[in-house]
């Protein structure tokens, strides 16, 4: 016989379950875990965007903005987060309206700084410095996830791309980091974020006893 399910998940809708009720679970979802080897990735704000409010994040902060939405996920990150760092990483943060406003001679000593051919037209410059900056950024939100990033908890986090975001979209437009854009997407998420769900996963596990007798149905 085929044993029986230790593990029932149940969707219930929002409506049926009582506020206090409701906060009892909210407080045990959030409870931390008693396996103190487990590794946990915690979402930031850029995973809850959809593909063209992360177009047209890149577009308001001179990035690149084709590739897939993981790619503009991270080179959005590298951005907050090489805008937010102290160290030379900010470097890496030229965007395409500063690449623009050089002149020919420039485009060539900047790529050849880059350690890149200074070889081509002006648009062939162009297309790669920025091929070369969303790859370093990218690269940076990689490495910003590694072991090494690993909070006690063996948590993965992105706690400064969204303070950066935070900070960010509260500027609204005061400063280089700020946009409106971002302000408006921040918004809408924390919005979403805070609104009680539809629909509410209770899971009902057994009491781990041991059956002494089986029927056909197992």
Known sequence: QEPSE????????RADIPDNAMEEYRLLWNAPTDNENETIEEDDELNQMKASQ???????????ISGKKLDLQERLRGY???????SSTSTITTNIDDL??????????????????????????LSRLQEDIAYQL????SNNKSDNNQN??????????????EAAAASNGNDDNSSSVLSGIWEELQEKKNADPKYVNIEIKSFGMEPTKYTAGG
């Open 100 to 125: 623009e406003s050089m002149n020919d001679g420039d485009l060539r000593d900047t790529c050849i700084g880059r350690m890149l051919s200074g070889e081509g037209t002006r648009q062939t410059l």
């Open 152 to 165: 006690n908890d063996g948590i993965v986090t992105f706690t400064s791309v969204s303070r950066a975001l």
């Open 80 to 86: 907050f987060l090489s805008s937010s760092s102290s």
């Open 6 to 13: 230790t593990t029932r998940s149940f969707a219930i809708p």
């Open 54 to 64: 992360l177009k047209a994040l890149c577009k308001e902060y001179g990035l690149k």
């Open 138 to 141: 990218e690269l940076l939100s």
